[in-house]
């Protein structure tokens, strides 16, 4: 089972502010979509976040919902950086945990559930979190402590590492914290304009889909070439699936999505 993975700069004043306020406040949806110029499409889509947040029970993983939701709104509002398959949460070093922030260490008690993981635990499912402060120190420490580079670079091998530092710089430039989180974005390596996203597909970074666009059509050629076939007898057969657990349900995938994405990649690269 693969797993999308994207990682959203946002702060905790954010996270209050474009989410938990708006849990309580829904109405309030329509001066934020008009102070950040949020398009309608993409403020329907906003209102069917919240609405499933709303509907959260205490039953729930916080991680499974809020998290999600969160990392989602986030794109709504800003860029946010996509890593096929490499997260902070995959990693068993503890000396990783310093930099991570639990949700219950700044979050207001009434607004979690029972269930809190702080990490990624399936598909749909937000992961860690770092604070602004810990983003700047995770990478000082990348360019100066052995340990925490070989870590990283191991976790997002393959030019992924890249991405990852790209995320934390823009962070960092920014004063925010990152959010990791799974399957807000799902890109189709062999065909861009088929990728879906729960938020707001302009707003990924493009450089992660066209690593893993890259990466995917490198793996079908060293088939062929290994098995002897001709170049490109395997691509026109190659048909992408997902297994993952399904999102609680809320209605920001619709008919609307297709024509609004059509031709996404082409007209953002071209």
């Known amino acids: 089972m693969g797993f999308d993975i994207s990682y959203h700069p946002i702060s905790e004043e954010q996270i209050n502010a474009w989410y938990f306020e708006l849990i309580a406040n829904p109405e309030k949806i329509e001066t934020l979509a ?19 947040g709303r509907e959260t029970d205490q039953n729930d993983y916080f991680d ?19 890593v096929r398959g490499g997260a902070l949460s995959f990693s068993t070093n503890t000396l990783l945990d310093s930099y991570y922030k639990k ?8 607004s979690l559930t029972k269930k809190i993981e702080n990490k ?21 420490d990348y360019h100066h402590n052995a340990e925490i580079r070989s870590e990283l670079d191991q976790l997002f ?10 995320a934390l710089n823009f962070a960092k430039e920014r004063g925010l ?32 889909p066209l690593l893993y666009q890259t990466t995917a059509f490198e793996q079908i ?10 170049e ?13 657990v399904d999102p609680a349900e809320t209605d920001t995938e619709n008919t609307h999505e297709i024509s609004k994405k059509k031709n996404f990649w082409k007209r953002l690269f071209g």
């Open 120 to 140: 990624l635990i399936e598909n749909y499912c937000s992961g860690v979190y770092i604070s602004a402060d810990q983003v700047i120190r995770l990478l000082e």
């Open 64 to 82: 499974k919902t809020h998290g999600f939701f969160i990392a989602v709104v986030q794109g709504f509002f800003e860029t946010y950086f996509y």
């Open 177 to 208: 914290g990152l959010l990791e989180a799974t399957e807000v974005v799902e890109p189709q390596p062999f065909d861009l304009n088929e990728s879906k996203s729960y938020s707001n597909l302009f707003n990924c970074d493009k450089e992660g």
């Open 157 to 166: 091998s393959e030019g992924r590492i890249t991405i990852f530092l790209k």
């Open 34 to 52: 008009s102070e950040y110029q949020i398009d309608d499409f993409y403020k329907t889509k906003y209102q069917d976040t919240i609405n499933a």
């Open 232 to 244: 490109n007898e395997i691509l026109p057969n190659v048909k992408v699936e997902k297994v993952h």
């Open 103 to 110: 949700w219950e260490e700044f979050i207001p008690i009434a």
């Open 221 to 230: 050629k060293d088939i062929e070439q290994r098995n002897g076939l001709p």
